[in-house]
Nanobody
Framework: VQLQASGGGLVQAGGSLRLSCAAS????????VGWFRQAPGKEREFIAV????????NYAESAKGRFTISRDNAKNRVYLQMNSLKPEDTAVYYC?????????????????WGQGTLVTVSS
């Protein structure tokens, strides 16, 4: 499966963005999908994950209360709604398809990755 992340851009602190992850070549409707991010000079970190049915989610502490992950399996898409953005949210955001229908925070649980979309939050 190929994943394409989109929706990044430049936004002021306090603003919102909605990232989208689209799958092609094969559906990922039977797989968990996660979002990760990597800021300059930092390691990639887990942000959020949603299970295959969309009824179970998990978030990093930094995302709780501000970010919402959702999916539309009919459209083969997963979304990350990001509100109340902060400058420290600046990073390249990646979506990834899990090896199974449920996945956790470890990147080893994911086997297909999108190319990333850049989010820049200005202060």
């Amino acid at each position: 499966v190929q994943l394409q992340a989109s929706g990044g851009g430049l936004v002021q602190a306090g603003g919102s963005l909605r990232l989208s992850c689209a799958a092609s070549r094969r559906t990922f409707s039977n797989n968990a999908v996660g979002w990760f991010r990597q800021a300059p000079g930092k390691e990639r970190e887990f942000i959020a994950v949603i299970n295959w049915r969309g009824d179970s989610t998990n978030y990093a502490e930094s995302a709780k209360g501000r970010f919402t992950i959702s999916r539309d399996n009919a459209k083969n898409r997963v979304y990350l709604q990001m509100n109340s953005l902060k400058p420290e949210d600046t990073a390249v955001y990646y979506c990834a398809s899990g090896r199974r229908s449920y996945a956790g925070t470890n990147s080893n649980e994911y086997n297909f990755w999108g190319q990333g979309t850049l989010v820049t939050v200005s202060s």
